[in-house]
């Protein structure tokens, strides 16, 4: 392995090891408590090293946020294949209640990962010519739970998943009850699409 192979691969674990650091410190403490000092210690390199990798906090947490979209995608695209695989009999709402019902999984098991990806501010934007990859991949799991001839199907996609951020959003911070949350999810469906 020549000298520049090795480097770029060393650069490259790490820079995992700091977004892997960041995530942890956040679940168990909090974005407040990821600072690049903590980090720093935490990964035992030096904050020149981190703001080589970053430029600041801000770039950490858009590597986590964009860790956390594909992620997302992948837990989404999951649910959403192991309803359609069954058949298109199977219909749009068990689709979309499958891909609700894991987004909401997704958000609960990684509360800290989805403030990076949705609460915290970036610099990552929706629907616009620099979108990253990950970001058109998450959305694309919610345009692919609807039937590909609806002509409505954007619009729904955008629809569902503002409505699935919402409904999560006011979960986590506890205004509403969390107990109830898969009721709300079945309602929305059911008022999307219909009970199919």
Excluded: C, N
């Excluded at 509360?111 to 616009?128: G, S």
Aim: glycine content about 8%; hydrophobic content about 40%.
């Amino acid at each position: 392995m020549s000298t520049a192979a090795r480097r770029a691969r060393e650069r490259a674990q790490r820079h995992q090891l700091i977004i892997t650091a960041a995530r942890e410190l956040a679940e168990t403490e909090g974005w407040e408590a990821v600072t690049t000092r903590r980090l720093a210690e935490r990964v035992e390199y030096s904050q020149p090293v981190l703001y080589s990798h970053f430029g600041g906090k801000d770039g950490i947490v858009r590597a986590v946020a964009l860790e956390g979209f594909t992620e997302l995608t992948a837990a989404l695209r999951r649910a959403r294949e192991s309803v359609q695989e069954h058949g298109p009999e199977d219909g749009t709402g068990r689709t979309l209640r499958a891909v609700g019902m894991a987004y909401w999984d997704f958000a609960a098991r990684h509360p800290a990962l989805y403030q990076a990806m949705f609460v915290l501010p970036t610099d990552l934007k929706f629907a616009h010519e620099e979108t990253p990859q990950a970001l058109r991949d998450a959305f694309g799991e919610f345009v692919a739970a609807f039937d590909p001839a609806d002509p409505e199907r954007l619009a729904m996609a955008e629809v569902s998943w503002a409505s699935l951020h919402g409904l999560t959003t006011l979960g986590m911070s506890g205004r509403v009850p969390t107990a109830t949350q898969t009721e709300r999810i079945e309602l929305l469906v059911t008022l999307l699409v219909g009970g199919g």
